[in-house]
Every structure is written in C-alpha cells, then in structure tokens.
C-alpha cells in the first residue's frame, strides 16, 4: 500500500539570476504570468485550471524541485510522518498545504494539496481537419496566426537519477504509481521507466515521471513537459520561437513511448522544455510494456534526436 495517490503532477520550480528575462522567455513559450511580486519569486500558469505551473526563484541557475498533486490532508499527513517532515502552507497563488521531501538522489519533491483553483482561461477551440476519410470544414479557410503556444498544463517531468531500482521504490511507495513503459538495455539491466498516475478506471497521460540513467552525471535534470492545444498551435509556437531567436533543439516529430508530437527548446539558461500534444492516455488495467532504448530514443517521424539529447 502506497502512502498517497498523486492525480497528477503539479508544477516544477527553477532558479535563475534574471527574472525578467526568464519571464520574457516563458511569455514566448506560451506561459502567463500568474504572480510577479517583486519579491524575487515569478509563478507562471497555463491555460487550464492549475494556480501556476512553473515557478522561477532568484538565484543561481539551476533546477530547485517538482511537486505532486494528492487529494487529502490525511494523505499529507502521513507522508510528513513517513519522512520526518511536517505539512506547511504553500505560498504562492491558490494557497493550500505542502509536504517537502527529498528523494533517493536528493531532488526535492513536494506534495501539494486543497490550494485553490484558478479559473481557466479560454483555450483556443481549433479549426477542423479535413481528411482523405473525413471533411469536417467545408466553406471555411484555416488561418493560423504566428504567435506564442497556448499551454494549457504541465505534463510530465524526465529526471536522471543514480539507481532507478531506490528510485522507483522511493517514489512508488509514496505516490502509488504505476509503470507504463520498462525500458532495458541490451544486457536486460533496467535503463529507464515511464511512469504514470494510478487513476483507476480514469484515464491518465501515458507518463508524469522519467526516471533514466545517463551517462556521465546520473542525477540531474533531463526536461519538462507542456501540454499545447493542438498540433497546428504547436507549429505556431515553433515558428515564433524560432522568430524571436531562441534555442531550439529537437523536432518537431512524433514520439514511440507516449506517442506525442513534441518539439524542444531550451530557456535562456539552458533547461530543456517541451512542447507536446497528442499523447496517449491510460488507464490502471493497462500493462507494463517492456522495450529497448533504440525505441526509447527513437522517433515515428520527424528528424533524429540530437546527440547530446541521451545526457
């Protein structure tokens, strides 16, 4: 028995020596500001109904923890037990309550829970896809403005870690996760786990959770994940960030594990964020499915990934 059940992921935290300059990067990503306080703390939210979903403090840059959603007090409260911590308000737009702790490689990780929602802003509905089986816009032109992403919501997180064995243990007893994809190397040792929210009959995302191993600096930040509306906004997105000059690194093209059509770009201090839509959703009676890095790494279409990607 796991010690919660995370629904979902929540938002992920970076520190960075310009604020501003982190907020004018995230504003062309697709992100809006959702508290800019002055107080050397920028909160940034997506369409969708979370109170932020990417949050910037001053400092040095780096990657600073990634918090998880639970549904109860009583959850909060036994995981404070469990690490010897205590359960906090949570600061920052939506109030509520967090558990801070720290995972077999250090990563902080919080579990967050009752902060309010925000209403949802209007995400764009899309025009129709005209197929060969299928017209469904007739008498209509598609216009596609060159403008920023609308992200709607974080999806998923990918960390290196030094065990994914401790890992795995750590995160599953805590959170009651459950494994969609097992990806081993060819001598059958475990290289990397695509982890998803056990939801029951609900359908969740094919992953939240990454955890690999990569060579040289195991434990470390790989990238995250932002849900955009569709496909065409995905590239206009693409296409503006590529205007305003910043550093794109792979895509766009489709993934195997998950499926989604996905593009990354990096921000000012070199974080790998993703753009992604179309992914694959899962209930908990879908199996583990057990597979090679060569399908990991791979692509259904679209350009290979850069050869740095994989560290």
């Known amino acids: 028995m796991s010690l919660s059940k995370a629904i979902d992921i929540a938002s992920v935290r970076f520190s960075a020596p310009d604020l501003q300059a982190m907020r004018a990067f995230l504003h062309d990503f697709g992100l809006r500001v959702a508290e800019d306080a002055g107080d050397g703390v920028l909160r940034m939210r997506g369409l969708g109904p979370a109170p932020f979903i990417h949050e910037t ?3 040095d840059a780096g990657f600073v923890a990634l918090s998880l959603r639970v549904s109860t007090l009583a959850e909060m409260q036994t995981l404070a037990d469990a690490d ?14 967090v558990v801070r702790m720290r995972d077999p490689d250090g990563y902080r990780v919080e579990a967050v829970c009752g902060d309010v929602q925000a209403s949802p802003l209007p995400t764009p509905s899309g025009c129709p896809w005209n197929s060969a089986a299928r017209q469904d816009r007739t008498g209509q032109t598609k216009r596609i403005s060159t403008e920023p992403a609308h992200i709607v919501r974080l999806g998923h997180v990918v960390l290196g870690v030094s065990d994914i064995t401790a890992t795995w243990a750590w995160w599953q007893q805590r959170f009651g996760l459950l494994v969609s994809d097992e990806v081993r190397t060819p001598d059958g040792d475990v290289a990397s786990l695509f982890i998803r929210c056990d939801r029951g009959t609900t359908a969740v995302d094919h992953h939240t959770l990454n955890f690999a191993r990569f060579p040289g600096s195991p434990a470390r930040f790989h990238h995250a994940a932002f849900e955009v509306s569709d496909l065409d906004d995905l ?7 590529a205007e305003r000059g910043h550093v794109h690194e792979w895509g766009v093209g489709r993934h195997i594990l998950g499926s989604q059509v996905f593009d990354y770009w990096r921000d000012p ?9 179309d992914g694959d959703l899962f209930d908990a009676n879908a199996p583990t499915n057990v597979t090679d890095m060569k399908t990991m790494m791979g692509c259904q279409w679209g350009p290979a990934p850069p050869g740095n990607f994989a560290s």
């Open 57 to 59: 403090v001053q400092g």
């Open 84 to 97: 010897g911590t205590r359960v906090e308000p949570l600061s920052g737009p939506g109030g509520g309550h």
């Open 235 to 241: 590239m206009a997105g693409n296409r503006f960030l």
């Open 269 to 277: 201090w070199g974080h790998r964020l993703e753009h992604w839509t």
